[in-house]
């Protein structure tokens, strides 16, 4: 079997189990967050933490429940790193410096998942367990929570309520990325990932010398990493490690873990609004921006000009022989347009183009289909655009899903989209004015401006992969990366929240002849070009500079 062939059949595949996965689990979602219902656990959860589950929320209220959860996950993470030398579990490792103790703390929190450290050689298994694991879990069900309350502004009217935080919050963890989280390491561990406490090894090697190999809890915290769209490794190789994903088989599995709940929560979307043709439109809508980004990485690594990529049969430096060109060119594609970060290859080793598709990816701000909750919410803020530039052509007061687009649902539609842009440019461009900050780079010219560029992209969208090459573990860019993951998850969740209890609040509009039918292929094929134009071409000159230059140069 050709690399080719075989790159296309993992891919179908994939797509069949997410095919299979998506009814069901979508629906089982939509259940979980429109309940009324609590659970035994969960009541003890809601006691423990002081919490009414039953109360309803205004979008200010929502938001400093978010904030506040998310301010406290940070200090706990943060004294966690600090104090790591005196505690029980630490390997012998030291307590991790306090610059670099702010960027991991924000970064799982955030759900970015940055490493800017080797996770095997820094952090023990108390750290890695009751530090990391936990926020995997935590920043997940943050981002589907606010997922379902933008929802719950397009399905509700005359009242400014959206749920409750903190019910929203447990159910999420508890109902739904626990169980798939304990099956997914269930899988892991069967098909060779490691999971246990043990210490340090001493390893000999082939050619002589020794290395030293720690095991720990991976299997569990690699089905979270990838179910919740996390991405931080348990090693420094991360997901191209064989103690994280042993085997062609897991290396699909975990592609699947990935985008199995961010393309599902489209039907959780179109059951909660009352039309899952709704779903229907916005699952098109990423379901062709993947495979279109699939297909395009996929011929930049397998048919890339010279003479030994087209005798080796594609550009194999920087992957994993286990894996070939299709199944690291279909794992880079889905980490990158989701906010995960997990990596089975090196991008910076990819072609300039394929580079280039990577960062790409993570600058469409993620909605392909994005991360746990935060693809959604972003793509419906794409669909509000797509709906309001259909209103300018036509005259007509644009509406989505029966509420009107005014000026101020808009305003808060732009400054979510303005954003992250804003942050990626900004501290990309005070990187290469200042002196220090290029003290990190390793490669000079468009390869070099091409890592300082991903970082900040990764970063500024919560994604946490890295281009390789850069030095990331000093003070500017643990600093500077951590204030881009704080601003750029955070922010873009006060103008969500804000359209969700704007929108909420207004009475439904009827349908008329004159409605544009948001759930036909045109508003698809309108949305994908919106996105590509609106956000994409914001990144253009940026891109020209980097990838595509070194890409057309090559």
Known sequence: MGPVLAGFLQLLALIGALALAY??????MARVYSSDKHLRVEKWIYKGIGANP???????????GVLAFSAVGVLFLYLLQRLQGILPGSLGFDSVNPAQSFNTAVSFVTNTNWQSYYGEQTMGHLVQTAGLAVQNFLSAAVGIAVAVALVRGF???????????WADLVRGTVRILVPGATIAAVVLVACGAIQNFSGIHEVGQFMGGSQQWNGGAVASQEAIKELGTNGGGYFNANSAHPFENPTPFSNIFEIFLILVIPFSLTRTFGVMVGSVKQGYAILATMAAIWVGFVALM???????????????????EGKEVRFGVGGSSIFAVSTTLTSTGAVDSFHSSFTGLGGGITILGMQLGEIAPGGTGS??????????????IAGLMVGRTPEYLGKKIG??????????????????????AASMALSTPQ?????SGAHGFSEVLYAFSSAANNNGSAFAGL?????????????????GRFLPMVFVLALAGSLAEQKPVPETAGTLRTEKPLFTGLLVGAILIVTGLTYFPALALGPLAEGLAS
């Open 23 to 28: 009814v069901p689990l979508g629906n089982y």
């Open 54 to 64: 039953d109360t309803e929320m205004t979008w200010p209220a929502y938001l400093r």
């Open 155 to 165: 399905a509700r009217s005359r009242t400014g309520e959206l749920g409750n935080f």
């Open 298 to 316: 996929m011929w930049t690594e397998f048919a890339h000009h010279g003479t030994a990529l087209q005798t080796a049969g594609g550009a194999y």
């Open 375 to 388: 693809g959604l919410y972003g793509m419906l803020i794409m669909a509000v655009i797509a709906v309001f």
């Open 407 to 428: 000026s101020r649902e808009i305003k808060f539609a732009a400054c979510y989209i303005l954003i992250t842009p804003a942050l990626v440019l900004t501290f990309t």
């Open 439 to 443: 003290h990190s780079m390793l490669n």
């Open 471 to 487: 030095n990331a573990n000093t003070d500017w860019f643990n600093t500077m990366t951590g204030l881009a993951m704080l601003l």
